[in-house]
Nanobody
Framework: QLPLVESGGGLVQAGGSLRLSCASS????????MGWFRQAPGKEREFVAS????????SYADSVKGRFIISRDNTKNTVYLQMSSLQVEDTAVYYC?????????????????WGQGSQVTVSS
């Protein structure tokens, strides 16, 4: 098991920024590739960003490319999602997830452990 706990969500105006964090209490965190997904009301969960176990490669959904940055600090067992130029359409519950395969992945089905989710609301 790999417990994951997100934090940093909240309410922000359009054009603003937020940083989400996802921390684990397990030292094996550094072995996992990590991803961020989001789910808006009435919509399916969608991929946002992914980072390899070492942090040397990242990938993004087209909808957030250039606005969001995923990063990780394995010394703190934490992955981050820096969100800038937020839009109303970014409103969703954001989930971090871990996959045993240390490479990039955009399919939610390839992830093995999930956090509880953090609400991000962007107002106009």
């Amino acid at each position: 098991q790999l417990p994951l706990v997100e934090s940093g969500g909240g309410l922000v105006q359009a054009g603003g920024s937020l940083r989400l964090s996802c921390a684990s209490s397990r030292g094996t965190f550094s072995s996992y590739a990590m991803g961020w997904f989001r789910q808006a009301p009435g919509k399916e969960r969608e991929f946002v960003a992914s980072i390899t176990w070492s942090g040397d490669r990242v990938s993004y959904a087209d909808s957030v490319k250039g606005r969001f940055i995923i990063s990780r600090d394995n010394t703190k067992n934490t992955v981050y999602l820096q969100m800038s130029s937020l839009q109303v359409e970014d409103t969703a519950v954001y989930y971090c997830a871990a996959r045993l395969d240390g490479g990039l992945g955009s399919s939610q089905w390839s992830y093995h452990y999930w956090g509880q989710g953090s609400q991000v609301t962007v107002s106009s």
